[in-house]
């Protein structure tokens, strides 16, 4: 016991030796009360919450007009858009809610906090902050059942409160593809398509990104996958390469250690993507934006990430290089289309199928 007590002792002077040869050298450093601390803290969570309603609002923007250019893309799925988001408070934190009220109208009913400038919603009157409590005649409890109701109908009738006032507006839809967008905090660049039909955009992209027209692009981009069912293809290709990891383990006893599945995911990869940008290059193109300058985000990607600049064998992306080039290609083709006066559709049998459908 006296040599472990001798050890530990001998540990503890070490330790203080350590620490106070690592001290600060200035002894007399500003001290900040806990207080100031703290109202700071606050100042800067309402800038990053507000910070990220003005992207999302932007995001919306650009992701309305896409999904209503697109509609001759989307074959049959598409729904009814109105072009208004709505909330309520049970999405968001309790120490978030006090800072949003100072913006938003926040209830246990939904509430609208997003209307699209050209959309069906802006133009039968509806405005940001209108409590909603009917759609159609049903009584409305929270987003999620709102959004039930708006799904599937061709026209709304609303009920709403505004200013103590109830109101009842009617409006008519439009056509667009049966797609989301959803933005979410994260560092990376990057952007991406789901399979539970939406595309996922990073904080860390919209700060990248410098105009409408790039962010046109990338978007579309992502929709186009949808758009060409390339996540049901690659799902298929994967449960085929571990149906064969299968096989062989059964025939032969051999562990592929899942081999032929991430083989499977690599399976026509490039040319899923080659096919998203010719074909979301023409999204963008329907959405209305002039895009003969978005391609150079791809230059400007090179500068991020130089290992896309190389054709790496078994990459899931095609290089920088090419992307850009086929994209700055489909450009043309799109502006000789706009002079001949043909249709804004990609030249392929397919959607030929899809306009006489």
């Not at 003005?54 to 896409?66: A, V």
């Not at 507006?169 to 560092?187: A, I, K, R």
Request: charged fraction near 30%; include cysteine.
């Amino acid at each position: 016991m006296r040599k472990k007590a001798k050890v530990i002792n001998l540990l503890i002077f070490i330790l203080t030796i350590l620490i106070s040869g690592c001290a600060p050298s200035i002894k007399e450093i500003p001290q900040v009360p806990k207080e100031v601390i703290e109202a700071e803290r606050i100042k800067q969570r309402k800038i990053a919450l507000f910070t990220y309603f003005e992207r999302k609002e932007r995001l919306n923007n650009i992701w309305y007009n896409l999904i209503t250019g697109a509609t001759p893309l989307c074959k049959k799925t598409v729904r009814p858009i109105y072009g208004f988001e709505i909330h309520d408070k049970e999405m968001y934190k309790e120490e978030d809610i006090k800072i949003l009220t100072e913006k938003f109208v926040l209830d246990n009913k939904p509430t609208v906090w997003y209307i699209h400038q050209n959309s069906p919603a802006c133009k039968a009157g509806l405005k940001v902050n209108d409590k909603i409590s009917k759609i159609n005649d049903k009584e409305v409890k929270d987003t999620r059942s709102a959004k039930e109701i708006t799904k599937n109908s061709k026209n709304l009738k609303l009920l709403i409160e505004r200013n103590g006032e109830t109101i009842e507006l009617n409006m008519d839809s439009v056509e667009g593809c049966d797609y989301e967008v959803e933005l979410v905090f994260h560092e990376s660049i990057n952007a991406w398509a789901a399979p539970e039909g939406k595309v996922y955009v990073t904080t860390g992209l919209m700060r990248f990104i410098q105009s409408d027209e790039e962010l046109a692009l990338v978007l579309g981009h992502e929709l186009a996958h949808h758009v060409m069912g390339h996540i049901t293809k690659k799902m298929g290709n994967v449960i085929l390469g571990s149906l064969i990891d299968i096989l062989i383990a059964v025939t032969t006893g051999v562990d592929t250690q899942g081999t032929f599945q991430q083989l499977g995911a690599l399976v026509y990869s490039k040319e899923f993507e080659k096919e998203a940008d010719y074909v979301g290059t023409y999204i963008a193109a329907r959405g209305g934006y002039n895009i003969d300058n978005a391609v150079d985000i791809w230059r400007r990607m090179a500068v991020e990430f130089p290992s896309a600049i190389s054709d790496v064998f078994l990459a899931t992306h095609p290089s920088s290089p090419e992307r850009f080039l086929l994209v700055e290609k489909t450009v043309k083709e799109i502006g000789e289309k706009k002079l001949k006066g043909e249709p804004l559709l990609p030249s392929s049998e397919y959607f030929k199928e899809k306009k006489n459908e």
